[in-house]
């Protein structure tokens, strides 16, 4: 039997190091559900329609070059406002959590609709201008130039999106365990994320 472990939050907010760092201290297996929506977004700017990208989504979509752009996020954020395209990624994600050898799964409703039974589950979050800064460092490490306030616009519009979406809105389980990382270093983080996973394993 799989343990899964449920990492939500924002944008930028950290979930992806933390989720990365503790699927490989435990030797789960690690999705990040964002790719997911952004390869959807994707193929929806080169010219498909959402639900039929989502229907027939395959694995390698998700090794797609340019899903990290900020206009594939803002479209990934677009499409993941329907709820017809959330449907039809559902299986994929619960078929993942439940593999044997436990599981890793990032994003924004796992704890509460993809995996409300997960036994640990974690909400990271951190302000929106600790999100611009670090976002705005890594587009510039991989070569995109956009300004600061630009990057800060983008977050606070996709927290908007998020947030307030009809269907599986951005929030924190009511059993999640929040950890804020805005004054944390990335080790201070990943060993706070650790001890609540080692406490709910028991
Ligand atoms: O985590 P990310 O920045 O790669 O996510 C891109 C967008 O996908 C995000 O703005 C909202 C959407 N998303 C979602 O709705 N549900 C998830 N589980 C993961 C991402």
Known sequence: MGFTVAID???AAGKGTI???VAAHFGFAHLDTGLIYRAVGKRVLDGEEPLDVAR???AEDLDALGLRTPQVA????RVAV?????????DFQRAFAMRDGGAVLDGRDIGT???PEAPAKLFVTASPEV????RHKELLET?????YDSVLADVRARDERDRTRATAPLKPADDAVTIDTSHMSIDEAVAAAIAVVTKARG
């Not at 803002?74 to 954020?77: F, I, L, R, W, Y």
């Not at 329907?82 to 559902?90: G, H, I, K, S, T």
């Not at 070569?143 to 300004?147: F, I, L, P, Q, S």
């Open 9 to 11: 939050g924002p944008a």
């Open 19 to 21: 989720s990365r760092a």
């Open 56 to 58: 027939s989504l395959s």
């Open 74 to 77: 803002q479209a990934a954020s």
């Open 82 to 90: 329907e709820a017809d395209v959330r449907e039809a990624l559902v």
């Open 113 to 115: 609709v993809i995996c």
């Open 131 to 134: 999100r611009a800064v670090r």
């Open 143 to 147: 070569g995109h130039d956009a300004g």
